[in-house]
């Protein structure tokens, strides 16, 4: 059976079983401009495409109602429009990662062609509800929109050296779905993978029959953890995250995967592995951390007690300085577990390669492998971490593995454990053929990390003119049942948890608790979002019982040079940036409460960088070639952030040569790897280690042929568990100061004053800023991933998250702030990491100056989306 339609112009004929357009066209057709960020449920947009002149959702268009119809998709765009639309999302900075683009760019269309010059500003952010975009925050895209409404379209500019503004590297194929995700790729001969998740959050695995997914026609093969040769378990920091649960092992949340069906198509290995059954012994999963924390069973298979971590630190005499206060708060505040959202779900492709063929890698390969090997296809955010992994899975030496970084949807610290690259190059290397699997969404939504939620209690003092005199704070988060890196990000949460004030009394605890709910590990802030919403709202409680404003008790206790700071360390000149960034707001500030506003103020620091003791090494390699192109390889991962444009721009300052001659490759080939791409380390490591292999190339007259390899460390920082008594704990903070002006119950406008030390490329930081306040908006008023009592997440849709849609987006002031870092390579502190820090804590301000409430819990609205009060007993 088959329907009959016009694509692009062109009569085709599509084989109607399909489950909707959208499986069409991608996998028939091989029209991969939509892409597939949550089909079925058509709630992301990305595969928006134009019926009979109207913009649909593919994956919600049945084939029946694509029978005689006219389907245009981006490819079908003429020339000049392909043109004027990737030129205008270039030029205004309107994509990050750019999977979204193209369903916006269809959806934009379909308003531009009956609206044309008519199309406003608010009418097309309306019209966009049905496109999500989590990168952005809209501001850029509407700025595109108005100006291709206008037919005022501006020729993207290049950039040129540090501080010049340009496109983004690769932004015009990006826009126009040209540059292809993992889950575009298509190599003869492959098959596709479909996992089996866990029943139940703590169950001991009897047995698993695969027979009947083994017998359906179409399946080649079902892996379970008896099929691994090497190593069960991985992971960033501790290997305690099992690939599958075989039997004899117990799962501990929901997202565990016990099986992984292969077959010739991804329809057939889906329904396959519905049919693989599994017997369990049920146990009453451990999902409240406080009770976990104090019982002596274990909440997860295989590790002893469910204390993940605990942090601490104290200076001075906390309880004589809270005696010694005329004032003192005494709170507890909650934060929620929230999931990134990225709108590309999960992907790996693995691909073997025979001795004497040539490495499949996208710069292409200049010499014949003579042994056989693995190329692994990563959207991860540590492609060096996945090939370890890899390789000790498949008891394989290191170099058997190559993995190459393909465009990422999106992260934000989501994609920096394994997902499916483990299971999909085991299935790949022992059958010896092509294997993808790609995550649905209510897969990808159980499998990855989260937000860590936390319970915070903090006692505060100041004397009477506001400086403060003493704090104690006391942290419980839940880390859910893997490591990940949740130690981490409660001792970023310890170490943060006074924010950028000066203290001479401080006594700080904070406990990561494994359970048996949803993972949580890294996301955009790292546990200093969680604890500086805490420690603002304690600036307000005060400040309001001093009787001066937000402003005035944060200038009066704000850090500066040669003070100590948190949990020791005494702060360099990078630290202006704290006051600097106060300062560029308080003519907002002050313009806001004259007009009867209702203004919040919220001031963040934010490190850059891991710290904490780690050694960090990164290095690069500059590659002048014969054809006139200049390779720049690095180590991180492009997300959307710019990394591949900072280590561009970096090239041109230092080389003197033009954008156009540069070519940005990541791939294993050279050992380059520096870990995880996260915490802003990208662009302040990323722009040390190729300066470096630039002025080496320099100094050797930039030779064709030769790799110039430069580096960049930071080798001295210290851990907390050190206990000395000024440690260095990190190397570089970002600080940012955020304004809220409300009315009448509404975010009617934010004001973010970020320093970045050194905007490498103002458009992209202010594009940063931008999508930072879009998602900590929805931190603060709306978001959320709560689990039930069975450790099972209540939302398992992307619009059950209640992410702000472009409607509700309010206006965003970017001021960037360039108080230079002293000691890092052009001044750069970075901008990602930061972007949030300061937001809830600023909407809870505003929304006390509107009526009179104090916020504790978030989020600060929905609460069907907080923390159950039962869970933190």
């Known amino acids: 059976m088959s329907i009959h339609f016009n694509l692009n112009g062109t009569a085709v004929t599509l084989a109607a079983h399909h489950e909707h357009l959208l499986t069409g066209l991608r996998d028939e057709l ?44 981006l490819e079908g765009l003429t020339e000049e429009e ?38 406003t500003r608010e009418g097309a952010a309306r019209l966009m509800g049905g ?43 990006l826009s126009l779905g040209a540059r292809p995700f993992i889950d575009d790729l298509r190599p003869d001969d492959l098959l596709h993978g479909a996992v089996r998740l866990a029943d139940h959050a703590r169950a001991d695995v009897v047995a698993i029959d695969a027979s009947a997914a083994e017998a359906m026609p179409g399946v080649v093969a079902v892996f379970t953890g008896a099929d691994v040769p090497g ?45 693989v059954t599994v017997e369990y012994v049920v146990h009453p999963p451990m999902t409240d951390p406080a009770a976990a924390v104090a019982s002596t069973e274990n909440a997860v298979w295989g590790l002893d007690g469910n204390v993940l971590s605990t942090s601490v630190y104290a200076r001075g005499d906390v309880d004589a300085g809270l005696e010694d206060a005329v004032h003192t708060v ?25 001795a004497g063929s040539s490495l499949p890698v996208t710069a292409g390969a200049r010499d014949v492998v003579d042994f056989h090997r693995l190329m692994v296809y990563s959207g991860g955010q540590g492609i060096w971490d996945d090939r370890d992994d890899i390789a000790r899975i498949l008891a394989v030496p290191t170099e058997t593995i190559v993995t190459e970084l393909i465009s990422n949807g999106g992260a934000f610290g989501g994609k920096e454990d394994m997902s499916n690259q483990g299971q999909t190059a085991l299935a790949a290397w022992l059958l010896q053929r092509p294997v993808r699997t790609t995550f649905s969404r209510e897969e990808s939504l159980l499998v990855h990390t989260k937000r860590h939620p936390i319970r915070m209690t903090y006692e505060a003092g100041c004397d009477a003119h506001g400086k403060l005199t003493a704090l104690r704070v006391r942290m419980l988060g839940d880390s859910g049942p893997y490591a990940s890196v949740g130690m981490k990000v409660l001792e970023r949460a310890a170490g943060h948890a006074s924010g950028p004030y000066v203290l001479p009394n401080i006594d700080v605890e904070a406990v990561a608790a494994r359970t048996n709910n949803s993972v949580c590990g890294a996301f955009r802030g790292f546990g200093a979002n969680q604890a500086q919403f805490a ?57 806001a409460v004259a007009s009867g506003k209702s203004v919040g103020l919220g001031l963040g620091l934010k490190n850059s960088g891991l710290g904490n003791g780690f050694k960090e090494l990164a290095r690069a390699v500059v590659h002048f070639r014969d054809d006139g192109k200049v390779e720049v390889r690095h180590c991180w991962t492009e997300m959307g952030q710019g990394v591949h444009t900072v280590a561009q721009q970096v090239a041109i300052e230092e080389l003197g040569i033009s954008a156009d001659q540069i070519e940005v490759i990541v791939d294993t080939t050279r050992e380059l790897g520096a870990g995880q791409t996260t915490g802003s380390r990208g662009t302040l490591m990323g722009a040390g280690s190729v300066a470096d292999a630039c002025q080496k190339a320099m100094a050797d ?86 689990c039930d009592p069975d450790g099972l997440p209540l939302n398992t849709t992307l619009r059950s998250l209640d992410i702000i849609r472009p409607k509700d987006m309010p206006e965003v002031e970017t001021i960037l702030v360039e108080s230079p870092e002293p000691n890092s390579p052009y001044g750069i502190k970075g901008v990602g990491e930061i972007g949030l820090v300061p937001t809830a804590g600023a909407v809870a301000a505003a929304m006390h100056a509107e009526d009179g409430m104090w916020r504790k819990e978030l989020p600060m609205i929905n609460e069907a989306n907080r923390e159950r009060a039962s869970a933190w007993t």
Request: aromatic residues 6%.
């Open 330 to 354: 005494s709170e507890t505040f909650q934060t929620q577990r929230v999931d990134h959202a990225f709108i590309e779900p999960e992907s790996t492709l693995a691909v073997p390669v025979p």
């Open 701 to 786: 007259g930039c030779k064709v042929g030769v790799d110039y390899e430069g580096e960049y460390r930071v080798d001295w920082t210290n851990s907390l568990s050190e206990g000395l008594p000024n440690p260095i704990i990190h190397s570089t903070f970002g600080y940012a100061a955020q304004l809220v002006i409300m009315s009448d119950g509404l975010v009617e406008k934010v004001v973010a004053a970020h320093d970045v030390g050194r905007a490498v490329n103002p458009l992209l930081c202010e594009g940063q800023v931008e999508g930072a306040v879009h998602m900590g908006l929805g931190y603060a008023l709306s978001e959320g991933f709560p």
């Open 231 to 275: 190593e069960l378990h991985n992971g960033i920091i501790h290997k305690d995250w099992p690939i599958f649960i075989p039997v004899g092992g117990r799962t501990s949340y929901l997202g565990d995967i016990l099986a992984l069906v292969v077959a010739e198509t991804r329809a057939i290995a889906r329904v396959a592995a519905k049919l």
């Open 131 to 173: 496109n999500l975009c989590r990168c952005t925050g809209y501001t850029k895209i509407l700025d595109a929109v108005e100006a291709l409404a206008k037919g005022e379209v501006p020729e993207p500019q290049a950039p040129k050296g540090v501080g010049s503004r340009g496109v983004k590297y690769e932004a015009v194929p």
């Open 82 to 119: 392909k043109k004027r639309y990737g030129d205008a999302f270039a030029a205004f900075g309107a994509l990050q990662c750019g999977f979204c683009t193209p369903g916006i760019i269809m959806r934009v269309k379909s308003m531009i062609d009956k609206k044309g010059s008519e199309l």
């Open 30 to 73: 091989n029209v991969l401009s939509p892409k597939d960020g949550c089909s079925p449920s058509g709630q992301c947009g990305a595969c928006t495409v134009i019926v009979d002149g109207k913009a649909r959702v593919a994956c919600q268009t049945s084939m029946d109602k694509t029978a005689g119809t006219e389907v245009l998709t």
């Open 535 to 591: 420690m603002e709202g304690v600036m307000d409680r005060l400040a309001e019982k001093v009787g001066i404003s937000g402003w005035e008790i944060r200038n009066r206790n704000v850090i500066s040079p040669g003070v100590v700071w948190g949990p020791g360390q005494t702060m360099d000149d990078g630290c202006l940036g704290a006051q600097a960034c106060l300062d560029a707001i308080k003519p907002a500030y002050d313009a």
